[in-house]
């Protein structure tokens, strides 16, 4: 079946640093991939999507990249924010239809 | 344009109880998912709806839950006679579409909680 697997937190950078979050995926056919983000008693909001290799994604500073030849779609931010502080899910959808697989998130600490 | 509404935003209900979860889908989707994400896990896919249609059931479990997405209203997840497993953030997402390059917008949770 689909999977997602992404590096486990919590992550903890400071202010400035350089963000990077791996993902990496297993799925039939060609999956869409998404990165969202959660605030903390919030509800996951999208950052960015890409829908076929070599696509790239970019939101607010971040971006990912599909790399089909590795199986990959890692999240990366040259200079993190301290309100950038929230857990990342990557995710998936493949098939006919838009059941999303998640990771099981990563949490990001920015400290000032 | 309203995002994906979802009531009630706290639920507690002791064992054996019921829980009723709404979700109001963004004006103009038709589609709608709900997922559980259990304490420090990611979100796990639950069901899938089209207006009157249960399209996927696969990730809900057999006994007690019970999903609807009537012709007109709410979409609705039940809960019968709850147990402290069940709880866990409970999170709508709706989508105009079902194609492959489809994105779900999500509502911001109802979190339930069994004493």
């Known amino acids: 079946g689909d999977s997602v697997t992404q590096m486990e937190g919590p992550v903890t950078l400071s202010e400035e640093a350089f963000l990077t979050i791996n993902c990496t995926y297993t799925a039939t056919g060609y999956p869409s991939l998404f990165w969202y983000v959660q605030y903390p008693g919030e509800g996951l909001q999208l950052l960015l999507k890409?829908?076929?290799?070599?696509d790239k994604g970019s939101n607010k500073g971040f971006e990912a990249t599909y790399r089909k030849e590795t199986t990959s779609f890692h999240l990366e931010k040259g200079s993190v924010q301290v309100s950038d502080s929230a857990v990342y899910f990557c995710a998936l959808t493949a098939g006919g239809y838009q059941k999303v697989t998640f990771g099981t998130g990563t949490k990001l600490q920015v400290i000032p | 344009n309203a995002g994906v509404m979802q009531n009630p935003r706290h639920l507690v209900r002791r064992r054996g109880q019921e829980a009723r979860l709404r979700c109001s889908p963004m004006k103009g989707h038709s589609h709608v998912y709900w997922y559980r994400q259990l304490p420090e896990e990611g979100l796990k896919f639950m069901v899938y709806?089209?207006?009157?249609?249960?399209?996927?059931e696969s990730g809900m479990p057999k006994e007690r839950f019970s999903a609807e997405f009537p012709k007109e209203g709410p979409s609705i997840l039940r809960i019968q006679q709850v147990v402290r497993g069940d709880s866990a953030a409970y999170f709508c997402?709706?989508?105009?579409?079902?194609?492959?390059?489809?994105?779900?917008?999500f509502g911001p949770g109802t979190r339930l909680l069994v004493l």
């Open positions: 997402a709706s989508s105009p579409g079902a194609g492959p390059q489809e994105t779900q917008y």
């Open positions: 709806l089209q207006k009157e249609n249960i399209i996927d």
């Open positions: 890409a829908t076929k290799a070599d």
